[in-house]
Every structure is written in C-alpha cells, then in structure tokens.
C-alpha cells in the first residue's frame, strides 16, 4: 500500500473552512484514499473515502488531485467538535480489509 | 444494534499475568480487527479476521493470540503480559471481507485501556 503524508498539526477558526492535505505520490490505480478521524480517548470514526473523483457527503468533502498524487478533506464549517486527529490512508480495494493508519494530522478548530 | 462492544474499558495486570480482551459486534459483519494506540504512534494493526475460523497477523503480532469461532466474536488473548504491551486497544470490523465501497467502512469500538506494571 502507498505510503501517506501529512502534516502533523494545524490549526482553523471555528466556522471557516477546515482543508487538511495529504499526500500519497506513490499511489497505484486501484488504491482508494480514505479518511478517518479520532477525537480524544474514542475509537476512530470514518469519514469519507475515494478512488478517483471528488466525493461528497454530510460529513465533509474529498477532493482528489487529477494525476491522484495528493488529496485534500474540507470541513466546510468547522465547530469545535472537530478537533481531533485525521488520518489520511491509501489502500487497495478489493482485497483484505487492512487499514494501516499513520500518525496522522491534530487539527485544533480554535473559538 | 449495539455496534462494536469492548471490554473490560480498563484493566490493570502484573507482568507474566494472562487476560482476554473481549470484542463483540452485532451488525453481522465479516471482517474484524484489533489495533493498538500509543503515544505519538498511531494506530498499528495486530490481527484480523476475514471471517469465522480464519485469521492473519498484522503489522504487530508478537505476544497476542486470536481466534474467531463465531462471527460476532473476535477476543484478544495476552499470554503473559508485558509492560510493553500497556496500550490503548481498538477493536474493528467492516462488512465486507472484499471491501469496496461501503463495505470498507471500518466501525470501532470505544477502546481498552490496559496497564501492564
């Protein structure tokens, strides 16, 4: 599976737009991009996950780059509920469901 | 439906001691996993089920044992404990086996905090 990077920490004004990076340029044609998050002391939670073209759902919004080498999730209007970890994995479809999850970006949405 | 359900949510052991970790899911889901969380770690993946009766390692196997003979079960055995294994423990589990779409969405449980001193 394809090696993911974020950065370790950033920081968003409650209300505005949360967009956490990830990149993954080794990623092969048949690895989705995934995301997670984790707030403090509870089991992750997923997000949103895609292939190959932008996804959307009440959560929050994936945009893929178009040679598929870094991907961007948006909080429309973060709350201070968001606050957690996010973590941005690449994996084959198809095959075992093995997430391997990295350390992750905190993301601290400030009042 | 319940979800995923650990426990116990803490457990203190001595070292060289045995204990279970137990994991139930309710949602009659195929895949299960367990991971464990430390400190500027991440979470690291140490077995999985595909379903009943089968089993494979993960990135961090040594010390644990697993078994799956029902589909909601799926307990984590620590055979003698060691400090090294105090961790924050997840347990996992999706729906489909294969994956794709939404069968890959992994469900977890609220974790269990273990101390081995």
């Known amino acids: 599976d394809a090696k993911t990077t974020q950065p370790p920490s950033m920081d968003c004004a409650e209300g505005r737009a949360a967009n956490l990076p990830c990149n993954h340029s080794t990623i092969s044609g048949n690895e989705y991009v995934y995301w997670y998050r984790q707030i403090h002391s509870q089991g992750p939670q997923y997000i949103i996950h895609?292939?190959?073209n932008n996804e959307t759902n009440e959560m929050a919004s994936l945009i893929i780059t178009e040679d598929r080498k870094s991907s961007t999730l948006i909080l429309p209007h973060a709350t201070l509920r968001d606050t957690a970890v996010y973590y941005c994995i690449v994996r084959v479809g198809g095959a075992t469901n093995k997430l391997i999850f990295g350390t992750g970006t905190l993301l601290a949405v400030q009042p | 439906n319940a979800g995923v359900t650990q426990t116990p949510k803490f457990q203190v052991l001595k070292t060289g001691q045995s204990m279970t970790l137990q994991c139930a899911q309710d949602m009659n889901h195929e895949y299960m996993s367990w991971y464990r969380q430390d400190p500027g770690m991440g979470l690291r993946l140490i077995h999985y089920?595909?379903?009943?009766?089968?089993?494979d390692q993960g990135e961090v196997p040594n010390g644990y044992n697993v078994s799956r003979s029902t589909t909601e079960d799926f307990p984590l055995r620590l055979l003698s404990a060691a400090p090294s294994q105090t961790s924050v423990y997840f347990c996992a589990s999706s729906y489909s086996r294969t994956g794709g779409g939404i069968g890959e969405k992994l469900f977890f449980g609220s974790g269990t905090q273990l101390s081995v001193l």
């Open positions: 895609g292939l190959k």
């Open positions: 089920s595909v379903g009943a009766g089968i089993t």
